[in-house]
């Protein structure tokens, strides 16, 4: 079980990883530099990190390293920056890391992936680092989604599904209707998934739907109770 989520504060990935434990009711905290400074503006107070004794983003990088017990970083096709330092200073500390390449992964995958690396780490605290917001505009929506579900595939996986406390049922990003949930879907599909999908065999439909099925459970809200879209999926049939 995922006992604290900490982040460096900064737009796009640090930010999302602390709205997932925020909305989860999981612990955050972090570290950040000195005035909370992040490229929007100082970090809303709302936001349980502490701040350095100085403004360089390097020694905050090297503080949530050291008070986590793992690291998930996530990039497109390159870790640059941020992202680099963070990885070197892991391996620097030996401390374990999970570099998940969002360009090779689709989010169902990439939380498969760091399912297994918390777990084969015993990782309760976990450091999430990443592109900021405007090095990688839709890195925000990507680690929320794969982090959400992280926490569900994890719950899961100890028969503990709904120890989760899902508040979100009237969430707007859950889709209302069968046509809402498959244009949310097909939103999520990056062109390969969707292209391999396009060149499936009829009878290897089913196989894709038991394959996908904890996550079209997460995504669309149905384990939340999302009445609204069982209606609307069934009542479509």
Request: hydrophobic content about 40%.
């Amino acid at each position: 079980m995922i006992d604290k989520i900490i982040s460096g504060g900064q737009t796009g990935a640090d930010q999302a990883a602390l709205d997932v434990a925020v909305k989860y009711n999981i612990a955050h905290g972090g570290w950040i530099p000195k005035g909370r400074i992040t490229e929007a503006g100082p970090l809303p107070s709302r936001y349980r990190l502490h701040q350095m004794r100085t403004t360089d983003y390097r020694d905050r990088t090297r503080q949530n390293v050291l008070d986590s017990q793992g690291t998930v970083i996530f990039f497109r096709n390159h870790l640059t920056g941020g992202s680099r330092l963070t990885r070197d200073v892991a391996k620097s500390m030996r401390k374990p890391f999970c570099a998940v390449n969002l360009l090779d992964n689709d989010p169902f995958e990439s939380a498969v992936i760091l399912q297994s690396f918390v777990q084969e780490n015993n990782i309760r605290i976990v450091n999430v680092a990443g592109p900021r917001a405007s090095h990688d505009p839709g890195i925000y929506v990507d680690t929320k989604i794969i982090l959400e579900t992280l926490l569900y595939l994890v719950h899961l996986d100890q028969g503990n599904a709904f120890a989760i406390p899902f508040t979100c049922c009237t969430d707007p990003a859950f889709p209302d209707t069968c046509d809402a949930a498959v244009h949310l879907l097909e939103q999520d599909l990056p062109l390969k998934e969707k292209t391999d999908i396009a060149r499936l065999d009829d009878t290897k439909i089913m196989d894709l739907y038991f394959s996908w099925l904890d996550y079209l459970r997460y995504r669309l809200g149905l384990d939340a109770g999302n009445p609204l879209c069982w209606y609307g999926c069934f009542s479509s049939r």
